[in-house]
């Protein structure tokens, strides 16, 4: 099937600073990425989608200026955790889809990547 | 907006047996209802997916069941094997392609 990346896989940082998580189709061009979060033991819950080239939707409750989403190519989505806090600690999965129509190698269109583990302390 | 209900929480079975993992929906406007498996540290993986026109759809030894009047579906795994051992997820959307509502997920355990 179709691949996406995620990088970086974890990663630590001081409270107060900014993090960007990349995520990448590897081998498909994604016209919808989406970003969800997953703390321990609990559900994925959707943050935001975004369209190659145009803002990315939010999801209620979900800040837009502490969770920059930037979906500059058909390829690349990058998700910017800024002035990162110890709650923002959690999992944080992407996945890209090409709009149903357009697809053309298997019978769905949603691939998510392996997830980055962000610890903030 | 869409809510996912997932039950049971946690499952063990022994190997060889069968294993079902239930789940509802509240958005009659859902016709995409996909199954993942998680394995810890990894991003979901999907196992099977059934969509609101097939009322069944099997694979080898995995099977879901789609009832869309009840707004409800379920998976079924049959043969245990404790590699299936891990968390799944239900999840529903729009169409495939367009973004999820996950159920809170369920904890397999299979034991040799």
């Known amino acids: 099937g179709a691949v996406v990346s995620q990088h970086p896989s974890w990663v630590i940082c001081k409270s107060g600073t900014s993090v960007k998580i990349e995520c990448r189709s590897l081998?498909?061009?994604?016209?919808?990425m989406f970003w969800y979060r997953q703390f321990p033991k609990q559900s994925l819950m959707l943050m935001a989608t975004?369209?190659?080239?145009?803002?990315?939707?939010?999801e209620q409750g979900v800040e837009k200026d502490k969770f920059l989403i930037n979906h500059a190519s058909l390829t690349l989505s990058t998700l910017t955790v800024t002035s990162a806090h110890p709650e923002d600690s959690s999992f944080y999965i992407c996945?890209?889809?090409?709009?149903?129509?357009?697809?053309?190698?298997?019978?769905?269109?949603?691939?998510f990547g392996p997830g980055t583990r962000l610890t903030v302390t | 907006g869409e809510n996912v209900e997932q039950h049971p929480s946690t499952l063990s079975v022994q190997e060889g047996d069968s294993a079902v993992i239930k789940c509802t929906y509240s958005?009659?406007?859902?016709?995409?209802f996909p199954w993942y498996k998680q394995e810890l540290g990894k991003g979901p993986q999907l196992i099977i997916d059934?969509?609101?026109?097939?009322g069944e759809k099997k694979d080898q030894r995995i099977a879901v069941t789609l009832n869309k009047t009840a707004k409800h579906f379920s998976l079924h795994i049959t043969e245990t094997q404790p590699e299936d051992s891990a968390v799944y997820f239900c999840?529903?959307?729009?169409?495939?392609?367009?973004?999820?509502?996950f159920g809170k997920g369920t904890t397999l355990s299979v034991s040799s």
């Open positions: 996945s890209a889809s090409i709009l149903p129509g357009r697809a053309s190698r298997s019978s769905y269109e949603q691939y």
């Open positions: 081998d498909f061009q994604a016209t919808t």
């Open positions: 975004s369209n190659e080239g145009s803002k990315a939707t939010y």
């Open positions: 958005d009659s406007a859902s016709n995409y």
């Open positions: 059934i969509r609101s026109n097939v």
């Open positions: 999840a529903a959307g729009i169409q495939a392609g367009t973004a999820l509502i």
